[in-house]
């Protein structure tokens, strides 16, 4: 797990694909890769198997030279879902290690499983600081809400602005110096990963509503299982206002 908190900006080495890993009939990439980087900060205490997130893509480590560099393999599934084809060497990503138990949550829960691919639409310089607006598949915009959390390219933000098929944050002047968004410009493709409360909370209410339906079939028992859908859906909606 992560916080969306980028420790440092890191360079690809290297992007190779699998021999023979061709395309896909899609286009989309039919095979893995094996992504080299540099990133002597999160390889300090790194071991072989830990997690770091690239882009805010949770990847495994599995080479690590001691000169500053860690090896990753990609697979076919990541390439297709995240923008992680679009790197070459000499890419600059955003890179955090994984949180400690122990640590502050400085942003918020990211998993690092990215939901999908956003473009920069806009953007807006301010006297220090960025408006930008990202577009995202409408289907995903519906778990993102103004106020809300939201991961970009792997660094967590707060929802200025929200609309059918995009929304919108503002980038402080650390964000713009220490992370790949600074250099972001209109085109970029991000990685998205929207907060995973809200899709157990959409889960949780979907499954209250099926037995609630149920319920009302069976007769008398109707009333105690809708209470309780109810309840659980009462119980979701005030953690994700907190």
Known sequence: MFTGIVEEVGTVVALDLA??????????PAGDARLVLRGPLVTSDARHGDSIAVQGVCLTV??????GTFAVDVMPESLRRTALGDLAAGSPVNLERAVRADARLGGHVVQGHVDGVG??????????WDEVEIAL???LARYVAEKGSVAVAGVSLTVTAVGPDWFGVSLIPTTLAETTLGDAAVGTRVNLEVDVLAKYVERLLAAGAVAGAGAGAGGPGAGGLGAAG???GAGADTGVAR
Do not use: F, H, Q, S
């Open 137 to 139: 598949d409408p289907a």
């Open 119 to 128: 473009t920069v639409r806009r953007r807006t310089p301010g006297p220090r």
């Open 19 to 28: 021999p023979g890993a061709g395309d896909g009939p899609d286009g989309a």
């Open 230 to 232: 109810a309840g659980a």
């Open 62 to 67: 599995t080479d690590l030279p001691g000169d």
